[in-house]
Structure formats: structure tokens, C-alpha cells
T-cell receptor, first 111, second 117 residues
Framework: DAKTTQPTSMDCAEGRAANLPCNHSTISGNEYVYWYRQIHSQGPQYIIHGLKNNETNEMASLIITEDRKSSTLILPHATLRDTAVYYC????????????FGQGTELSVKP | GAVVSQHPSWVICKSGTSVKIECRSL??????MFWYRQFPKQSLMLMATSNEGSKATYEQGVEKDKFLINHASLTLSTLTVTSAHPEDSSFYICSARDRGGGNQPQHFGDGTRLSIL
């Protein structure tokens, strides 16, 4: 399985952009990168995913490096409600779509 | 957006009881659903992949006779924790992926908190 490495924790000031990095140096050419977040005591919430192009939706932007060995999730204007654990996951190709969660990054947005 | 409903949200049972947890995809059909378990301050651990109309695929170390999975329709998978004991107390979370497959993301339920006394 392509593993991911994320910082254990990060802080961000409210209203500023939160940039969450993820390393996935062993990713294969057809494996997608997915980002989820989990707010305490809830199920994970899907944020965004991508293969090699940068992606943007109403929640966030995903920047994937040209060699695909790393990516950055960007929350453009973080709010207190964005405080959560953020998981970067590489979905293994041809294994039924299962996701293997790492430890994630605990993002604290502070006033 | 895609909604996955899990029921019950929390349950407290006596040791030795069997507990059933339901996972429903409300606005899409899912040939595949997944069951996870999460202990406090830990990440989600995949327990099994639930396939509609066939047997579930369990991850290494997960007892299939302890955690019975049934995926009888395209919108419903159930997890039964048989003869539950205090060490089975955990947060159980399901997810589902649209039958369209491809790179579509999984969507998660809000979890079931199981406490065995």
C-alpha cells in the first residue's frame, strides 16, 4: 500500500489559509489521493480528491506536485469549525476502493 | 451530497449480548460498503469490506465469526458484534461508495458508539 506521511499537528489562525502537507512518495501512477477530515466523535467527512491535476471545490483546494510524491490541502480561510483531524489517503488501485487511514494531522484553528 | 446513515448512534449493552449496527446509503446504491473501528485517540482501522450479495472480506486479524456482516441489498449493510465483551467497546463507523465505482469517494456514516458493560 502507498503510505502517507503527515505532520502530527498544526495550528492555524482563524481567517488565514491552512496548508496541510502530505508525503506519498511510493504512490503509483493510477492511485488517487483522497482527503478526509474527522471532527471529534463524528464520521470522517470527504473533502476532495485528485490524481495529478490540482483540484478545487467549495471546501478546499488540492495541490499535487508534478512528480505526485506529495500534495497539499489548502483551506483558504480557516474557521474555528475547521478544527479537526485531517487524513490524506492514497487509495490502492484494484482493491475494491478500500481506504487505509494513517494517523492524520490534528489541525487546531485558533481565534 | 451523498448521505450514509448509521443506526443506532450509540448503544450500551451487557456483556454477552449481540449487537447489530445498520448502515444505509440514503441517496445512492452501494455494491460495496466498509466497516471500520476506532479506539480513543487512534485512527480508523478497516475491519472488513462488505459486498452486496456475497461474503464480506475481512482484514487480517479481524474475527469473521465475531463480527458478522450482511449486505443484503444495495442500500443496507449490517454489522453484528456477537457475544460482545468490554474489549469490543469502540466507535464503529461504516462507509459506502456509489456503485458507479471508479474514483468516486467513500462517504461515511456518523458512527455507532458501542459500550459493553
Amino acid at each position: 500500500d502507498a503510505k502517507t506521511t503527515q505532520p502530527t499537528s498544526m495550528d492555524c489562525a482563524e481567517g488565514r489559509a491552512a496548508n496541510l502537507p502530505c508525503n506519498h512518495s511510493t504512490i503509483s501512477g493510477n492511485e488517487y489521493v483522497y482527503w478526509y477530515r474527522q471532527i471529534h466523535s463524528q464520521g470522517p467527512q470527504y473533502i476532495i480528491h485528485g490524481l495529478k491535476n490540482n483540484e478545487t471545490n467549495e471546501m478546499a483546494s488540492l495541490i499535487i506536485t508534478e512528480d505526485r510524491k506529495s500534495s497539499t490541502l489548502i483551506l483558504p480561510h480557516a474557521t474555528l469549525r475547521d478544527t479537526a483531524v485531517y487524513y490524506c489517503i492514497v487509495r490502492v488501485y484494484n482493491q475494491g476502493g478500500k481506504l487505509i487511514f494513517g494517523q492524520g494531522t490534528e489541525l487546531s484553528v485558533k481565534p | 451530497g451523498a448521505v450514509v446513515s448509521q443506526h443506532p448512534s450509540w448503544v450500551i449493552c451487557k456483556s454477552g449480548t449481540s449487537v447489530k449496527i445498520e448502515c444505509r446509503s440514503l441517496d445512492f446504491q452501494a455494491t460495496t460498503m466498509f466497516w471500520y473501528r476506532q479506539f480513543p485517540k487512534q485512527s480508523l482501522m478497516l475491519m472488513a469490506t462488505s459486498n452486496e450479495g456475497s461474503k464480506a472480506t475481512y482484514e487480517q486479524g479481524v474475527e469473521k465469526d465475531k463480527f458478522l456482516i450482511n449486505h443484503a441489498s444495495l442500500t443496507l449493510s449490517t454489522l453484528t458484534v456477537t457475544s460482545a465483551h468490554p474489549e469490543d467497546s469502540s466507535f464503529y463507523i461504516c462507509s459506502a461508495r456509489d456503485r458507479g465505482g471508479g474514483n468516486q469517494p467513500q462517504h461515511f456514516g456518523d458512527g455507532t458508539r458501542l459500550s459493553i458493560l
